[in-house]
């Protein structure tokens, strides 16, 4: 196994050796294991029968890259999260990925369920979408100039979510949030936006706060450099209260907008209740106010007509991401004509891009989007995911495990410490110890949880069976460990 994968279990190595080498042949397994160590994952499922895991034991090219990488790239990495901070382990760095499954760089194999923070609705490398982005990479991969298959993605997008009648093309989530509020503010004439707390939209300056006092709700930037003149006009409040926030709505009508995730994804899994998305949508329609859903996470992830479809409210603008971009570089913004029109060359709302509406990564959301369409692609997905996440709900509930499972479709969240969850202020008693611990224990097992006990787990249609069922069992032996016995 090198030194970077070894088996651990019960019996005696010599046996598990012995039996499949039997099955394999000695070369085949020696050939497999020098070639690339993570194509002896393809004979895991015989030790895995045996009792035996995939111990991920070291991973000395990763350590060599990151430290070479801490000299060139802030913190090692290009985004924070990709860290690990907290972890005191190195993070991933990965070097490719099928289906289900990453690899890292010394070869060991994980069964993701990152997926790119939830873009990669049908895994890795899927051959359709790789097929597509390459045709038309031949073809030429940006013009900064119009391509049919802006308007072809457009017209998809239109059809299962037709509360956005038009819509505009940009490469990331955060340039939608920060685009449809210029947009808000630009069509009401007014400045004040609302947010909750918890709520994650993308990292321009005026939604990078936290919630401030809850007597003046005055909010307080979460990064240095961002002028107190930028988020003044930024209201921050909590999720799911319903009568708070809408006495401070009826109290401030002045608002330009309120922007939401209806589910939210970026505190763990939790969903707006019904009510208060129903409040929200009348108190904006009365004070004139626009509603912005940012489904950069659910859109065409929690089913194939979004959040919107599941509350049954239409929003006034939406912003998507992740999944309609297939796993390249794609989001989007639009809503009603009208409010729409507002945006140049129509309108004097101004916003563009370079990369907006790129080629490639049309093809790639188009092809992605077509299979997403098929009959019961969604109950598929949430079949798959249930396989995983119904045994932990009826485990937690029948041993009283101080933890909670929340599942919206084909993305959950397993919180420690907290038994209710509906808004950031109840993950105050989160026990982060125990995630830092579940987070490790499964990527020694080749489980590749998000890294944050702040995530939503993702699973793809590309998730297999037997890798679901051995995530499943991996984390169930977790939870039965005493806190004491968790190595
Ligand atoms: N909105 C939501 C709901 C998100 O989850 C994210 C990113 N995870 C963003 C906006 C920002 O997207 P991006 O990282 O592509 O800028």
Redesign the pocket.
């Known amino acids: 196994m090198g030194n970077c994968c070894g088996l651990r279990g019960n019996f005696p190595e010599i046996l598990v050796r012995s039996i499949a080498e039997s099955t394999y042949g000695r070369a085949k397994i020696f050939e497999k294991c020098s070639q690339d160590v993570a194509r002896f994952y393809e004979i895991n499922p015989l030790f895995r029968l045996l009792g035996y895991n995939m111990m991920i034991t070291g991973r000395p090219k990763s350590d060599e890259i990151y430290a070479a990488s801490l000299e060139r790239l802030p913190g090692g990495v290009n ?1 924070p999260v990709r860290a690990f901070k907290g972890f005191d382990m190195t993070p991933m760095i990965v070097q490719k990925g099928k289906g289900d499954t990453i690899w890292d760089v010394d070869g060991n194999a994980y069964i993701d369920y990152c997926l790119s ?2 873009a990669l609705i049908l895994g890795h490398a899927h051959p359709a979408i790789v097929t597509s982005a390459c045709e038309q990479m031949q073809r030429g991969s940006s013009f900064g100039i119009a391509t049919p298959y802006e308007l072809f993605l457009a017209d998809k997008i239109n059809t299962y979510l037709p509360s956005m009648e038009k819509l505009r093309f940009v490469s ?6 920060m685009s449809a509020i210029r947009l808000a503010r630009g069509c009401t004439g007014r400045n004040t936006l609302i947010k909750f707390s918890g ?5 321009s300056d005026c939604l990078l706060i936290q919630a401030g006092s809850g007597v003046t709700h005055l909010p307080k930037a979460t990064s240095k450099g961002i002028p107190n003149s930028v988020i003044q006009d930024t209201v921050c409040l909590p999720f799911n209260d319903l009568s708070t926030c809408r006495s401070y709505i009826r109290s401030h009508p002045d608002i330009a907008a309120v922007i939401l ?1 209806p589910v939210a ?2 505190m763990g899994v939790v969903p707006a209740e019904q009510e208060f998305v129903c409040m929200l949508r009348e108190e904006t329609t009365a004070c004139g106010a626009l509603l912005i859903f ?4 659910t859109g065409f992830r929690v089913g194939l007509r979004g959040a919107q479809e599941r509350y049954q409210i239409k929003p006034d603008l939406t ?1 998507l ?2 999944v309609i971009g297939g796993g390249y ?1 794609v ?1 989007a913004f639009g809503g009603r004509k009208e409010i729409m029109d507002l945006i140049a060359p129509l309108g004097a709302v101004y916003q563009g891009g370079t990369l907006s509406g790129n080629p490639v990564a049309m093809c790639a959301g188009l092809e992605t989007l077509s299979h997403v369409e098929q009959e019961g692609f969604y109950e598929d997905l949430e079949k798959k995911t249930r396989l995983i996440t119904d045994p932990i709900e009826h485990y937690l509930e029948r041993n009283n495990v101080p933890a909670l499972l929340t599942r919206i479709g084909s993305m959950f969240t397993l919180f420690f410490g907290v038994t209710e969850v509906r808004g950031k202020e109840d993950l105050s008693q989160m026990n982060e110890v125990k995630f830092k611990a579940f987070f490790q224990y499964l990527f020694e097992r080749g489980i590749y949880a998000p890294p944050s006990a702040y995530e939503a787990w993702f699973v793809s249609s590309a998730h297999t069976e037997e890798n679901l069922l051995y995530t499943l069992d991996t984390i169930l032996t977790f939870l039965k460990k005493k806190d004491t016995e968790i190595t």
């Open positions: 985004s923070w939830g990331s989530g955060s340039e939608a949030t709520h994650y939209h993308g990292h995730e994804g970026n940012d489904e950069v996470i912003c991401g992740k570089p989001a």
